[in-house]
């Protein structure tokens, strides 16, 4: 990176944060759905399920209702004058949907509970399992009930716990599978279905990464993302910039092996 522009971007005049409580993450996802077809776009859209609210509610203490199946974090922002009607079309999709509750924070400090219950959801989980693994697929977002009734049937087919935490507003799932890696066979049950997830993404027109990429761990579900003549391209690129395979080596491209990078390294000093 030789250079970067940067562009300031004004501080929101008014935000409103909702909270919304719906029986399932079926009903939260179609939500969403609704949500985006009604011409909002939310400044953050996140879901928790039953599994995370348990969590961080024992960790934090909101006051999350405690029969919750699914929980819609939502927030707008703009001009103070258009974000009252926005909050009344929000309410408006929530229940058409199903939700018991749909609330607005009342002051500062109950909107920065509500968040710091979001962020810090994955430490609180430890609450519920002694190791859990998490996934980063991404679906497009008329896809997410779909999708949660997928890892519903995976999670139920390998026997395992799987909690829901999502960037529902883009389409980006955390499913958190829950373990414990002292136990070999669950440990294989994990990555088999974490696997199963991410193919099940694909299926409906989504990637096996939202926003944390492939790496290592993910190489072998590449070309089940894309064919050989556009992997070969991919590994063609890089090697324009990387000639010497230094950056990164042996990630995201699989071999043959699917174990290492497709690279055609050049001895040093050229020809």
């Not at 997928?150 to 599978?177: F, S, T, V, W």
């Amino acid at each position: 990176i030789t250079s970067a522009t940067l562009a300031l971007v004004k501080t929101p005049q008014a935000v409103a944060t909702m909270l919304a409580v719906f029986p399932g993450v079926l009903e939260a996802s179609r939500a969403v759905s609704a949500i985006i077809a009604a011409g909002l776009v939310p400044a953050a859209l996140e879901m928790m399920d039953a599994l995370v609210i348990e969590a961080v509610e024992a960790a934090y203490g909101f006051g999350f209702p405690a029969d919750a199946g699914a929980v819609l974090i939502i927030e707008l922002d703009g001009l103070a004058a258009a974000l009252d009607e926005q909050c009344v079309q929000v309410i408006e999709a929530c229940n058409e949907q199903g939700a018991s509750e749909v609330r607005r924070a009342d002051d500062p400090r109950e909107r920065a509970l509500l968040w710091k219950s979001r962020k810090r959801a994955f430490g609180a989980m430890g609450r519920l399992s002694p190791s859990y693994c998490t996934q980063d697929g991404v679906v497009p977002r008329s896809a997410l009930p779909q999708i949660v009734e997928r890892i519903g049937e995976i999670g139920r087919h390998y026997k395992l716990r799987i909690a829901n935490l999502m960037h529902a507003g883009d389409g980006n799932i955390h499913p958190l599978l829950l373990y414990d890696e002292n136990d070999p066979e669950e440990v294989a049950r994990v990555l088999d279905a974490g696997r199963d997830i991410l193919l099940a993404c694909l299926e409906l027109g989504g990637s096996v990464t939202g926003e944390h990429g492939i790496g290592i761990e993910k190489t072998e579900l590449m070309p089940a993302s894309f064919g050989p003549a556009t992997l070969a391209a991919m590994a063609d690129l890089r090697e324009v910039f990387n000639p010497r395979s230094l950056c990164n080596p042996h990630k995201i491209l699989p071999s043959d092996r699917h174990c290492v990078e497709v690279t055609r390294p050049r001895p040093r000093g050229g020809g």
